[in-house]
Nanobody, 120 residues
Framework: QVQLVESGGGLVQPGGSLRLSCAAS????????MGWYRQAPGKQRELVAT???????NYADSVKGRFTISRDNAKNTVYLQMNSLKPEDTAVYYC??????????????WGQGTQVTVSS
């Protein structure tokens, strides 16, 4: 069974930085796209950033120039470096990965989320 576990969330002041990690575990044949999504109180979940197996990235306009997504394929881990954080970045951040196993091909898996709070 595949599981995704996020870590690195917390409370920071505006202008501060955080680094989120998401590690996939289980019997995995391949991981394709990985990404980060977030959901603020009273709002729908939105895409933050994605990275494919070749390292190509996409970002939401609201985080371009401030956030950087990366991955370590040997560790089945995706990271999100968040700099110049703003109060509007406050949300629960979720990891998603498209994964192939012996049972399914290219299925999306979600982590349980990690809270990021930006406040002075």
């Amino acid at each position: 069974q595949v599981q995704l576990v996020e870590s690195g969330g917390g409370l920071v002041q505006p202008g501060g930085s955080l680094r989120l990690s998401c590690a996939a575990s289980g019997i995995i044949f391949a991981i394709y796209e990985m990404g980060w999504y977030r959901q603020a109180p009273g709002k729908q979940r939105e895409l933050v950033a994605t990275i494919n197996s070749g390292g190509s990235t996409n970002y939401a306009d609201s985080v371009k120039g401030r956030f950087t997504i990366s991955r370590d394929n040997a560790k089945n881990t995706v990271y999100l470096q968040m700099n110049s954080l703003k109060p509007e970045d406050t949300a629960v951040y979720y990891c998603k990965a498209k994964i192939s196993t012996s049972q399914t091909i290219g299925r999306d898996y979600w982590g349980q989320g990690t809270q990021v709070t930006v406040s002075s």
